[in-house]
T-cell receptor, first 114, second 113 residues
């Protein structure tokens, strides 16, 4: 069974640009969550989507947005990139919104802003 | 405000001995807790969870203990193996509230030969 696929794996962007990251969840999983991992802050919750609807949003500025498509694939977009946006962006999927039995994470997209 | 705290950034344990990773939380509304393990260049992998109505959950070499009065949980790994060297994240969620998963900053575990 294919895991959670995130593309691209690595990305280098210039300050001020925008970027779109993609996440394909495990087949049958309808919940997709996004996290930002930085060395100083650990994993910070960005947002969660279920059946194309945003259920939850973390404390990130409006430059961070996302969406989910009818096939459960999700994208997140960061506009007007800042140096501090350099991080590993992780996507996780689950069958339901109950994470008690664990999310399955992808390997992440490493974004570097220069 | 950090609701889930892992106060030890790193821990070294001899192979074969017990590894104990600790986690404290501040939000009494959390009703379940999870542990994830992460290797470099990979996403976190779910290890074990515990409901707030329990004080212990065991899965093979991994046992999680929950002390609600102290708002503290710990992950015990017995015996520790070289493949256990990784970063361990504690996480918590309040079901039916905003129920997003809040992660700690992680503890890097080194298993020494």
């Amino acid at each position: 069974k294919a895991g959670v696929t995130q593309t691209p794996r690595y990305l280098i962007k210039t300050r001020g640009q925008q970027v779109t990251l993609s996440c394909s969840p495990i087949s049958g999983h309808r919940s997709v969550s996004w996290y930002q991992q930085t060395p100083g802050q650990g994993l910070q919750f960005l947002f969660e989507y279920f059946s194309e609807t945003q259920r939850n949003k973390g404390n990130f500025p409006g430059r961070f947005s996302g969406r989910q498509f009818s096939n459960s694939r999700s994208e997140m977009n960061v506009s007007t990139l800042e140096l501090g946006d350099s991080a590993l962006y992780l996507c996780a999927s689950s069958q339901t919104t109950d994470a008690y039995y664990g999310y399955t994470f992808g390997s992440g997209t490493r974004l570097t802003v220069v | 405000d950090q609701q889930v705290k892992q106060n030890s950034p790193s821990l070294s344990v001899q192979e074969g001995r017990i590894s104990i990773l600790n986690c404290d939380y501040t939000n009494s509304m959390f009703d379940y807790f999870l542990w994830y393990k992460k290797y470099p260049a990979e996403g976190p992998t779910f290890l074990i969870s515990i409901s707030s109505i329990k004080d212990k959950n065991e899965d093979g070499r991994f046992t999680v203990f929950l002390n609600k009065s102290a708002k503290h949980l710990s992950l015990h790994i017995v015996p520790s193996q070289p493949g256990d060297s990784a970063v361990y994240f504690c996480a918590a969620s309040a079901r039916n509230r905003d129920d997003k998963i809040i992660f700690g900053k992680g503890t890097r575990l080194h298993i020494l030969p």
